[in-house]
């Protein structure tokens, strides 16, 4: 159901529409209170780009507020998100048929139960046999299914949120629960996404940011990577490829090799998986490479205006980031919100840094260019 907000306390309102996804690190649903109010005063906003769009709950804002949307991420479950809900339009009667074959499929013991899946008081693997067992059946099921890759994007979303809602997990899959979540003794479910009635004209990319923002768009809303400003922090650790490697699995089915204690991705090592703007060391003039990519990306973006979402936890302070927005157009608006940490707050290596300071903030600035 969609709540009213009030915005800025005057007699203008919109709506809070209902999004759906995963836990995720990144997740702007509890910012989107703050987001929407700021593009709703806007008034003259008609095309938007998320351009670093992870589990699309901003993407699927803007659709529901009347926005012609872009969602771009380089992920692959954000690309399978995004054309799930803002692109596929087929009836919910139609996947229905098709998610009750799949529930009603025999498990059986295949890849991911080897590498993810786990029994009795052992712990230490996200998913417990069972559900490991129809995630085996279930996945290679859709492969043999003759489906557009709009209506494959809606089950393998279907797919991701059952297996969300029996993890073994603080909400990332860099390391997992000792002994088992209660939610993970559950049985996997797939149920039809929650989408919604699509009447803007959406699109679906997944490049690399810089390779996107050349084309104008009226609001482009930025939450890159935030990394993190703590030294004893390992960088693999705060990156999403790290975070969410089982997620690209399961899309892509392709079997990978794996390493370490969590079965990662061989691609998610420290040395291939790196974004520049999850980068923790400085360049030759000293500063953070992380800072001169945000620089690099404000001033490159064709757009009227900008939304920057970001982190007191990340690289950038609030004053440098203020500094760069002044330089690359008229800031119209900054907010600073006091903001629940992030599933890193349950690690046992971030305990002394996050526990250090109990001041968590999360800035949005709005610029014109």
Request: hydrophobic share 35%; glycine share 6%.
């Amino acid at each position: 159901m969609a709540e009213q907000l009030n915005i800025f306390g005057d007699t203008r309102c919109c709506t809070m529409p209902t999004t759906e996804g995963i836990k995720y690190t990144g997740s702007k649903l509890k910012m989107l209170p703050y987001i929407l109010p700021m593009v709703a005063d806007l008034g003259d906003v008609h095309t938007a780009l998320d351009a670093f769009s992870g589990t699309t709950r901003v993407a699927q804002a803007f659709s529901q507020i009347g926005l012609d949307t872009t969602a771009n991420d380089i992920s692959e479950w954000s690309q399978v998100f995004a054309t799930c809900y803002l692109v596929a339009d087929k009836p919910d009667s139609f996947y229905q048929l098709i998610i009750d074959e799949l529930n009603a499929l025999p498990g059986y013991y295949g890849w991911f139960s080897e590498h993810y899946g786990g029994e009795g008081e052992e712990g230490k693997r996200p998913f417990q046999l069972k559900n490991t067992m129809r995630l085996d059946a279930i996945r290679d099921r859709i492969d043999t299914l003759k489906l557009s890759w709009e209506d494959k994007c809606v089950l393998l979303t279907s797919l991701i949120l059952a297996l969300d809602t029996v993890d073994n997990t603080l909400g990332h899959y860099a390391a997992y629960l000792s002994g088992w979540s209660p939610r993970s003794y559950n049985d996997m479910v797939l149920k039809v996404p929650q989408r919604f009635p699509i009447h803007t004209h959406n699109s679906v990319s997944k490049k690399d940011v810089f390779d996107v923002v050349s084309t104008y768009h009226d609001l482009v809303y930025f939450d890159p990577p935030y990394g993190s400003n703590n030294e004893k922090m390992p960088p693999s650790r705060v990156r999403y490829a790290a975070y969410y490697h089982i997620w690209k699995t399961i899309i892509l089915n392709d079997k990978p090799k794996l390493f370490g204690k969590a079965n990662r991705r061989e691609d998610t090592r420290d040395t291939v998986s790196v974004s520049v703007f999850e980068e923790y060391r400085k360049n030759e003039d000293g500063n953070f490479i992380a800072m001169q990519a945000i620089d690099d990306l404000i001033r490159k973006t064709n757009a009227h205006y900008i939304l920057l979402s970001y982190s007191s936890g990340g690289r950038a302070t609030k004053q440098e980031l203020n500094d760069i927005l002044h330089s690359t157009g008229r800031l119209i608006k900054a907010q600073e919100i006091d903001y629940k940490k992030n599933v890193m707050s349950g690690m046992r290596w971030t305990n002394e840094w996050i526990n250090s300071d109990n001041a968590y903030k999360e800035y949005l600035f709005l610029v014109e260019k």
